[in-house]
C-alpha cells in the first residue's frame, strides 16, 4: 500500500522497518539509474562491481520494492525507479560537494577528466587551465568525436565534455557554451586566381580547385555550401586528414580551400598566411555545448573547472 501525502495523493511507499534510508545506498541507486549498468556505476563510484550489486540489493530490501530489470546488456529502471530517481535526485547532487570530497583548492579532490573536440580543447581550452592547475585542479583530458564522448561520459569515464551539439534527453545537463562561426578560406596563390571569379559567378569558380577536408563526407563545407550558397555540395574531396589543425596547415601551404572554424586560423588571416574567399553577412555558426557527467558533483573541482570554461568563454 503507497502512503498519501497530506492532499490524499499516493506517495513513494516507506521503508520496511523504523530506520532511514542510508544516503550511501541512494547515491548507488541513482549512479546505476544514470548509467543503466551495475558495472558502469561501479566506475562512476569508484567501487567494485559486487558492492554495487549488494547495495542496490540492500536498498531493494529495505524499500521491498524491485528497481531494476536485468537485462543482458545493462539494467533497466522499474517505473518506481523512475519515481525514486525523480525524488532523489535534485537533493543528491546538492549534497554532492559537502559530503562527497574535499573542498576547493584540496589536494585529496580527484582529477578531472574533461574531453571534447582536439582542434578545440587545443586551442580554445588549454591555454586558460593554467590558474586552475595552480589552484591544485588536476585534469585528465581526452580527444575525439562528439557522440564517442557523450557515450564515455555516461560510462562515467568522462566529468565534462565539450560538445558540438546538444544531446538528446534529459539524462544529461548541458549549457551552452560558445559559438563557432565558418569561414571559407584558401592561400593567397589560391585566392588570387579565384576571388574575382567567385564574386562573379558564385561557388562554381571553386570547381576544379581542390578541396581539403577532415572527412570524407564533408560535413562542415557541405553546411556551408547550404547555408551562404544555398546549393547543395556536389565536389569531391582532394585531400581529407582527420584533423581541422591539419587541415588548415595543408591550405596554408597551398594544397586548395577549406572550410575550417574562425578562431583556428584567426592569426593566419590576420597575417595573410590565409585569405578569406567570402564574407556573408550571415554566416553559419555552431553552438558548442558544455555536458557534465550526472553525479560528478561529488568531485567539487568539476564545478570549478566547469565553471571556469563558463566564465573564460563568455568572455573570449
Same mark, same amino acid.
Given at each position: 500500500?503507497?502512503?498519501?501525502? +497530506?492532499?490524499?495523493?499516493?506517495?513513494? +511507499?516507506?521503508?520496511?522497518?523504523?530506520?532511514?534510508?542510508?544516503?550511501?545506498?541512494?547515491?548507488?541507486?541513482?549512479?546505476?539509474?544514470? %548509467?543503466?549498468?551495475?558495472?558502469?556505476?561501479?566506475? %562512476?563510484?569508484?567501487?567494485?562491481?559486487?558492492?554495487?550489486?549488494?547495495?542496490?540489493?540492500?536498498?531493494?530490501?529495505?524499500?521491498?520494492?524491485?528497481?531494476?530489470?536485468?537485462?543482458?546488456?545493462?539494467?533497466?529502471?522499474?517505473?518506481?525507479?523512475?519515481?525514486?530517481?525523480?525524488?532523489?535526485?535534485?537533493?543528491?547532487?546538492?549534497?554532492?560537494?559537502?559530503?562527497?570530497?574535499?573542498?576547493?583548492?584540496?589536494?585529496?579532490?580527484?582529477?578531472?577528466?574533461?574531453?571534447?573536440?582536439?582542434?578545440?580543447?587545443?586551442?580554445?581550452?588549454? +591555454?586558460?587551465?593554467?590558474?586552475?592547475?595552480?589552484?591544485?585542479?588536476?585534469?585528465?583530458?581526452?580527444?575525439?568525436?562528439?557522440?564517442?564522448?557523450?557515450?564515455?561520459?555516461?560510462?562515467?569515464?568522462?566529468?565534462?565534455?565539450?560538445?558540438?551539439?546538444?544531446?538528446?534527453?534529459?539524462?544529461?545537463?548541458? /549549457?551552452?557554451?560558445?559559438?563557432?562561426?565558418?569561414?571559407? %578560406?584558401?592561400?593567397?596563390?589560391?585566392?588570387?586566381?579565384?576571388?574575382?571569379?567567385?564574386?562573379?559567378?558564385?561557388?562554381?569558380?571553386?570547381?576544379? %580547385?581542390?578541396?581539403?577536408?577532415?572527412?570524407?563526407?564533408? +560535413?562542415?563545407?557541405?553546411?556551408?555550401?547550404?547555408?551562404?550558397?544555398?546549393?547543395?555540395?556536389?565536389?569531391?574531396?582532394?585531400?581529407? /586528414?582527420?584533423?581541422?589543425?591539419?587541415?588548415?596547415?595543408?591550405?596554408?601551404?597551398?594544397?586548395?580551400?577549406?572550410?575550417?572554424?574562425?578562431?583556428?586560423?584567426?592569426?593566419?588571416?590576420?597575417?595573410?598566411?590565409?585569405?578569406?574567399?567570402?564574407?556573408?553577412?550571415?554566416?553559419?555558426?555552431?553552438?558548442?555545448?558544455? /555536458?557534465?557527467?550526472?553525479?560528478?558533483?561529488?568531485?567539487?573541482?568539476?564545478?570549478?573547472?566547469?565553471?571556469?570554461?563558463?566564465?573564460?568563454?563568455?568572455?573570449?
Amino acid at each position: 500500500m503507497r502512503d498519501r501525502d +497530506p492532499n490524499g495523493q499516493p506517495g513513494m +511507499p516507506s521503508p520496511q522497518g523504523s530506520g532511514l534510508l542510508d544516503l550511501n545506498l541512494l547515491r548507488t541507486f541513482l549512479a546505476v539509474y544514470r %548509467v543503466g549498468a551495475f558495472t558502469a556505476g561501479a566506475r %562512476v563510484l569508484g567501487l567494485s562491481q559486487p558492492t554495487v550489486t549488494t547495495q542496490i540489493r540492500s536498498l531493494e530490501s529495505q524499500l521491498g520494492r524491485e528497481l531494476f530489470e536485468r537485462l543482458s546488456r545493462g539494467v533497466a529502471p522499474t517505473p518506481f525507479a523512475d519515481e525514486l530517481a525523480a525524488r532523489v535526485m535534485e537533493p543528491l547532487d546538492a549534497l554532492g560537494p559537502v559530503s562527497g570530497g574535499a573542498l576547493f583548492g584540496g589536494s585529496d579532490a580527484e582529477p578531472v577528466h574533461l574531453a571534447g573536440p582536439a582542434e578545440y580543447l587545443t586551442h580554445c581550452v588549454m +591555454p586558460t587551465l593554467a590558474p586552475l592547475v595552480d589552484k591544485g585542479v588536476r585534469l585528465r583530458i581526452a580527444f575525439g568525436l562528439t557522440d564517442d564522448l557523450l557515450d564515455g561520459l555516461r560510462a562515467g569515464r568522462h566529468d565534462l565534455v565539450v560538445a558540438t551539439l546538444r544531446p538528446r534527453g534529459r539524462a544529461l545537463a548541458s /549549457v551552452p557554451l560558445a559559438d563557432e562561426e565558418f569561414v571559407l %578560406v584558401a592561400a593567397p596563390s589560391w585566392a588570387e586566381r579565384i576571388a574575382s571569379p567567385l564574386a562573379t559567378e558564385g561557388p562554381a569558380a571553386l570547381h576544379g %580547385v581542390p578541396l581539403v577536408s577532415y572527412a570524407e563526407d564533408l +560535413p562542415i563545407v557541405r553546411r556551408y555550401w547550404r547555408h551562404v550558397f544555398g546549393r547543395r555540395l556536389t565536389c569531391r574531396p582532394s585531400v581529407t /586528414v582527420p584533423d581541422l589543425r591539419a587541415v588548415k596547415d595543408a591550405v596554408v601551404g597551398g594544397a586548395g580551400f577549406s572550410v575550417l572554424p574562425r578562431y583556428l586560423c584567426a592569426a593566419d588571416l590576420a597575417s595573410g598566411t590565409l585569405t578569406l574567399l567570402n564574407d556573408p553577412d550571415d554566416p553559419p555558426i555552431n553552438t558548442g555545448f558544455l /555536458v557534465q557527467r550526472p553525479g560528478s558533483s561529488t568531485n567539487p573541482h568539476v564545478a570549478l573547472v566547469r565553471d571556469h570554461l563558463l566564465r573564460t568563454a563568455h568572455d573570449a
